[in-house]
Structure formats: structure tokens, C-alpha cells
């Protein structure tokens, strides 16, 4: 099976950023979120987003427009019927996640393949809640979707090796380099990224160093693009504690457990830069 169709679920951050390399892409993209307000907001991100590469000259107008005519939005995934694949980009928890593809298992055509933006959870459990698991895998995009050139392709226990093929094919041919990755806790990426932010959050937390000097040493130090309080705030505290959830339960190993400061700010709602405020405010 070709990919030309793909379905996205959720029209976030992620989700819209999906969206938009794959139309880029040439494919005809289904995105589809809970509510039109959601569809909306992912819509203009994605047509602000091609804006911005328009005014760089990257795209052309015309570009542009046709990108914008290959993405269909709905808020029912009745609208997926057809895909070839279909991404998830839903709250990582798992719980929702089961329940998403419970759904799209139900939606989908039988020969398409149900993939998981998750960028910690389990592929080999949500590969378990269908009754198609050999056509389930992870493709952990990086934030910002469309600046970010590295998918994690995840195999579930279950993942047969031609869907395998198909989407590290499909992740090339949206310009995208996808690297092979085993179902293990927070993969590769985030098995070594969130342990790192946690870190950080420990030594604001102990008082060594304020958030600025904090992320100064890691840029000027470490020569990170970003500093990892900075990231955070981006990623989202609520999903950098999630993930470190994922990797304490999952591990058992006491040197994942979450900084008490993380815990306390996500209940306090400062979240990063989707709340306005995090470690730095906005």
C-alpha cells in the first residue's frame, strides 16, 4: 500500500505541525480534533506557519494555497474512514491514547495502519486495545514539526515489518530523517532529554541558580540551542511530567522520579508557554 492519504488526531501543536509537513508533502491530510474551536486554532497555526515561509521565500504563494486545499478538517474521526494512515497527537495519557484507537481501529479500513505521536507510552499496549496490533507503530515526531527533521519510527512487540517499511518510507518522503527505535519507557529521545530537564528543575528547585543562569550554562556551557527550562516551557511542564512518570513507573528506578517543583507547578496550572507562564513567563 502507497501512503497518499493520512489522517491526524488532535490539531495541537504536534498535531497541526503533522499536518502541515504532510500536505507540504503532497499528501491529502484529514486532520480532526474533539471541537471545531480546537480545529480552528490548529488551522490558523498551520496557515500562519506557511505564512512565515512564504515571507522567507521558501514557498510560493501558490504553494501556499495548494497546501492549504489539501488539509480537510473535521471533529469526528467518522471523517478517517478512507486513510491509509492514521496519527494520533492526542494529551499524552494513556488512557486517552486506548480510547483513540479503540476508535480509529473501529473507523479506519481494514489495510490502514494506526500510528502514535505518544513520546513515551507504550506502542505494544495501544497496539494491544486493536484488533488489527501487526498495523500499529509509534512515529515520535520532534517540536516544532515542521523545523525538526527526526521521527522515531517505534515498533510495538506486535508491528509487522512491511508497516514498518511503509511508514519509514513515508517519514522520508515528507522530508524527514526516521531513525529505528525498540518500545522501551520514553524511547530514545526523551529517555535522555526529560531525565536532563528534570535535572535542571532539581538544581532551580535546590536553589543553586536561578532559571537564567540555569539555562545560560547549558547554552553558553553546552552549546544547546535552548536552555532546558526554556524547553519545558515549550514542551509543557504537564507533558515533561508525564513522561517522567512514564519512565519512573516504568523503570522502577528512583533516579526518574519527578522533581517535586515540576509537580508543583503543573497543579499550580503554570504549564509553559501554552499557559503564559512556566519557568519563564510569556
Given at each position: 500500500m502507497s501512503i497518499k492519504h493520512v489522517g491526524v488526531v488532535g490539531a495541537g501543536q504536534m498535531g497541526s505541525g503533522i499536518a502541515q509537513v504532510?500536505?507540504?508533502?503532497?499528501?491529502?491530510?484529514?486532520?480532526?480534533?474533539?471541537?471545531?474551536?480546537?480545529?480552528?486554532?490548529?488551522?490558523?497555526?498551520?496557515?500562519s506557519s506557511l505564512e512565515r515561509m512564504l515571507s522567507k521565500d521558501k514557498i510560493t504563494a501558490e504553494q501556499l494555497s495548494a497546501v492549504l486545499g489539501r488539509i480537510h478538517s473535521?471533529?469526528?474521526?467518522?471523517?478517517?474512514?478512507?486513510?491509509?494512515?492514521?496519527?494520533?497527537?492526542?494529551?499524552?495519557?494513556?488512557?486517552?491514547?486506548?480510547?483513540?484507537?479503540?476508535?480509529?481501529?473501529?473507523?479506519?479500513?481494514?489495510?490502514?495502519?494506526?500510528?502514535?505521536?505518544?513520546?513515551?507510552?507504550?506502542?505494544?499496549?495501544?497496539?494491544?486495545?486493536?484488533?488489527?496490533?501487526?498495523?500499529?507503530?509509534?512515529?515520535?515526531?520532534?517540536?516544532?514539526?515542521?523545523?525538526?527533521?527526526?521521527?522515531?519510527?517505534?515498533?510495538?512487540?506486535?508491528t509487522e515489518d512491511s508497516v514498518f517499511d511503509q511508514v519509514t518510507e513515508m517519514a522520508k518522503a515528507i522530508g524527514k530523517t526516521p531513525v529505528d527505535?525498540?518500545?522501551?519507557?520514553?524511547?530514545?529521545?526523551?529517555?535522555?532529554?526529560?531525565p536532563m530537564i528534570n535535572e535542571a528543575v532539581f538544581t532551580l528547585y535546590e536553589g543553586l541558580a536561578s532559571a537564567e543562569e540555569i539555562d545560560t550554562v547549558m547554552k553558553l556551557g553546552m552549546s544547546h540551542p535552548m536552555g532546558p527550562l526554556a524547553l519545558a516551557d515549550l514542551i509543557g511542564l504537564d507533558t515533561?511530567?508525564?513522561?517522567?512518570?512514564?519512565?519512573h513507573d516504568g523503570f522502577s528506578d528512583s533516579k526518574y522520579r519527578p522533581c517535586p517543583l515540576l509537580k508543583q507547578m503543573v497543579d499550580a496550572g503554570y504549564l509553559g508557554r501554552k499557559s503564559g507562564r512556566g519557568f519563564f513567563s510569556y
Open positions: 504532510c500536505a507540504l508533502a503532497g499528501l491529502q491530510v484529514s486532520l480532526c480534533d474533539q471541537n471545531q474551536e480546537a480545529v480552528d486554532r490548529g488551522l490558523a497555526a498551520i496557515k473535521s471533529i469526528s474521526t467518522e471523517s478517517l474512514a478512507q486513510v491509509d494512515i492514521a496519527i494520533e497527537a492526542a494529551t499524552e495519557v494513556e488512557a486517552i491514547k486506548q480510547v483513540i484507537f479503540k476508535d480509529l481501529d473501529r473507523v479506519c479500513q481494514p489495510g490502514a495502519i494506526l500510528a502514535t505521536n505518544t513520546s513515551s507510552i507504550s506502542i505494544t499496549r495501544l497496539a494491544a486495545v486493536t484488533q488489527r496490533p501487526g498495523q500499529v507503530i509509534g512515529m515520535h515526531f520532534m517540536n516544532p514539526v515542521p523545523m525538526m527533521q527526526l521521527v522515531e519510527v517505534i515498533r510495538a512487540l506486535q527505535v525498540k518500545d522501551a519507557p520514553g524511547f530514545v529521545a526523551n529517555r535522555i532529554l526529560l515533561c511530567l508525564s513522561i517522567m512518570e512514564v519512565l
